[in-house]
Every structure is written in structure tokens, then in C-alpha cells.
């Protein structure tokens, strides 16, 4: 087993996150979250190990403890937190916004009751793609969470938590292989199966590159991003803002 301890930037008030229903996937409930802790998947290296996450509660000295029945070493523990702090939002300092906003008539207010809450991510853009092409056109989230599980079921790594089946996100060259039409079987349309099938296929071939859309100018990420089959300007936009940075673009909205 093994524990450690990963800072935030203050402020951030996780607990808030649990009233935002998209951040959470079908495995989660959220009311159990605050006792129980946060528990999920992470891709460290080639394995992928289940991590249970507890918040400290402090906004201004934000901290969260990491637990996992795995022996990490050093290294892991490092390759994990890379994951964790952008599914957490650990390296995103919004006291900027806090200090700009503070006499402002509109935003003032809002960020008062709002103090410190941060964008929730999957641990990965590629994670984020999947769940946004899954997900997208259907109004009942709850239905689009469990074909969006039943995908990581079928196609990533078999894991057990506590006798709980928490399958690990499909890599690219697990999702590849899959056939649209056994994915069309899960609930998603085929036409999303083609979709995902085809990213993971120009991934593995090196013709899309997650870390470079992740680290580029945004203008770029959301070129980039919206040239992949399946995700459209709105979905380019909200992509974008899942790389865990404070820089966007939002070209749909200018006239």
C-alpha cells in the first residue's frame, strides 16, 4: 500500500466539484464521496492502478491524500501525480480572476459563493475525448455514463476495487482493435464507434499527438482538436479547457 499527500494552489474548494454531475463518471456517488473518498483509476507507465482521493476541506491550505493498495515507487508516485493534478486542478492558480473580479458588480458575488472551485478533468485528453464523444447529443447523462463504463469495460484494463469492478479508461492501442459495431452493441452509435476507433488507430500511427494538443497555444490545441472526426467547434471549446490550463480560445462566439 501507499499514501502520500498532493498540495493545491489556494484557493480550491473541492467539494464543490460534487454538485457538477459531469465531472464524475457511472462508478461514483457523490454523496458517499466525502466520507468515502474519491476513488478511480490513473494510468501510470503501462499499468493502471486505482487510487481512492480524501480533501482536506481547507480552501486556503487545500491538500488531498492519495491512497492506493499498490506499492508505488517514487517514480509511480510522480507519473501518478501528473494525472491526479489535472484531474484534480492542483496546478491552476485562479487567485487571478479573484483579484481582478473582486470590485466587479456582475462576477463579485458569484465568485463569493464559488470561492476556490476548479474545473474537474479525466486524467488524460484522451480520456476527456472519449467521454465527450460518448456522451455528446444525449440528454440523459446517467444513460451516457454507463455505455461510456460499458466501453471501459469491454475494451480497457480489467481492475477490482474492494470486489467492485472500476475498469481503467482504454488506451489507444486497446481501443483500436475494437470493432464499431461490437461498440454500437454497448449502446453508443456506430458512428461514435467509428469515431473513437479512428483517433485511437491515428494515435497509435503517431498522426494525432495528445501531449502536443495538451502543451500548444490554444488557438492551435483548438484547430487541432476540432480537425479530429466527432468533435465540433462547442466540443473543441470544452476540450480545450480540460488540457488543465488557464489559456483559451473561443472562436464559435465571435460574430
Not at 506499492?71 to 487567485?95: F, H, P, Q, V
Not at 488557438?219 to 467547434?233: M, N, V
Amino acid at each position: 500500500m501507499s499514501n502520500w499527500t498532493l498540495k493545491s494552489i489556494p484557493p480550491h474548494d473541492w467539494f464543490l466539484c460534487l454538485d457538477v454531475e459531469s465531472y464524475f463518471d457511472h462508478e461514483h456517488d457523490v454523496e458517499t464521496i466525502f466520507e468515502e473518498g474519491f476513488t478511480r483509476p490513473i494510468p501510470i507507465g503501462d499499468t493502471d492502478v486505482i487510487v481512492t482521493v480524501f480533501f482536506n476541506g481547507d480552501p486556503d491550505s487545500p491538500e488531498f491524500h492519495i491512497e492506493t493498495k499498490e506499492s508505488l515507487s517514487k517514480e509511480e508516485i510522480e507519473e501518478a501525480n501528473k494525472s491526479l493534478s489535472k484531474i484534480l486542478g492542483t496546478n491552476m492558480d485562479i487567485r487571478p480572476l479573484y483579484d481582478q473580479a473582486a470590485e466587479d458588480p456582475l462576477l463579485a458575488d458569484k465568485l463569493a459563493s464559488l470561492y476556490g472551485l476548479k474545473r474537474m478533468t479525466r486524467a488524460n485528453l484522451f480520456e476527456d475525448i472519449q467521454n465527450r464523444i460518448v456522451e455528446m447529443q444525449m440528454n440523459h447523462k446517467p444513460t451516457a455514463k454507463k455505455m461510456m463504463f460499458s466501453v471501459r469495460e469491454a475494451y480497457g484494463t480489467a481492475l477490482v476495487h474492494n470486489g467492485k469492478s472500476i475498469p481503467a479508461w482504454p488506451r489507444a492501442h486497446q481501443l483500436m482493435k475494437a470493432d464499431p459495431m461490437s461498440i454500437r452493441k454497448l449502446g453508443p452509435t456506430k458512428r461514435k464507434g467509428e469515431y473513437l476507433t479512428g483517433l485511437a488507430s491515428d494515435m497509435v500511427a503517431g498522426n494525432v499527438d495528445m501531449d502536443h494538443i495538451t502543451n500548444c497555444d490554444p488557438q492551435e490545441a483548438y484547430d487541432l482538436l476540432t480537425s479530429i472526426k466527432g468533435i465540433g467547434p462547442t466540443a473543441g471549446q470544452d476540450l480545450m479547457m480540460m488540457r488543465g490550463r488557464p489559456d483559451a480560445v473561443f472562436p464559435s462566439n465571435k460574430k
